[in-house]
């Protein structure tokens, strides 16, 4: 009889213990299932970055933005894309990663097959003007997106994010993400020399 009374606490105790443990396994099969993507991504070259776009191969939305005050860039609207390849660059002061890839956004623009505008995502005119002042200006035109509006109409999902658009207006081409080496020679040059060999 007292042995029955004192293994009923011990027996409860044992339960609480188990149903504190159950978050820490739900958490620890959601920690397995994001390395396991990770692993996928860098050992098996799967992107798990690459969303598709349901705007490759439509006409790219209409832009009709503001200039950035300040600069003497013009204003991006249709006409600065009209009948000509363009790299539509979605980008703002504030994100680190539209750093890592300007370098490469200032080789492109140098690309006569090519024009480069950007759209200045919800940032702040000053800061907009420091960050090209510091590191160069690639863009033929630049409109200015306070709001996010124009970048919610070309299904932007984070930035910097990038669109490679035909002469005709069409889009080509998607980047979500920065540009690197790799994106660079293996995705956007070759969809720039397709469109340039079709034009």
Known sequence: MTNDTDSTPRRR?????????????????????????????????????????????????????????????????DAAMAGRLTLVNVFASWCVPCRQEHPILKELAKDERLTVVGINYKDRNDNALRFLGELGNPYDAIGVDPNGKA??????????????????????????????????????LPAIEKAAAGA
């Not at 213990?17 to 396991?36: C, D, E, M, N």
């Open 13 to 77: 105790g044992i339960g609480r213990y188990l149903l504190a443990l159950v978050p820490l396994l739900v958490f620890g099969g959601f920690a397995l299932v994001a390395g396991k993507m990770l692993y996928d991504q860098d050992v098996n070259g799967r992107d798990i970055s690459a969303i598709p776009s349901a705007l490759i191969g439509q006409k790219a939305p209409s832009l009709a933005l503001p200039p950035l005050e300040g600069s003497s860039t013009p204003a991006l609207t």
């Open 151 to 188: 970048a919610i109409d070309w299904g932007v999902y984070g930035i910097p994010e990038s669109y490679l658009v035909g002469p005709d207006g069409t889009i080509l081409y998607k980047k979500v993400g920065p540009f690197d080496e790799r994106s660079l020679t293996q995705e956007l």
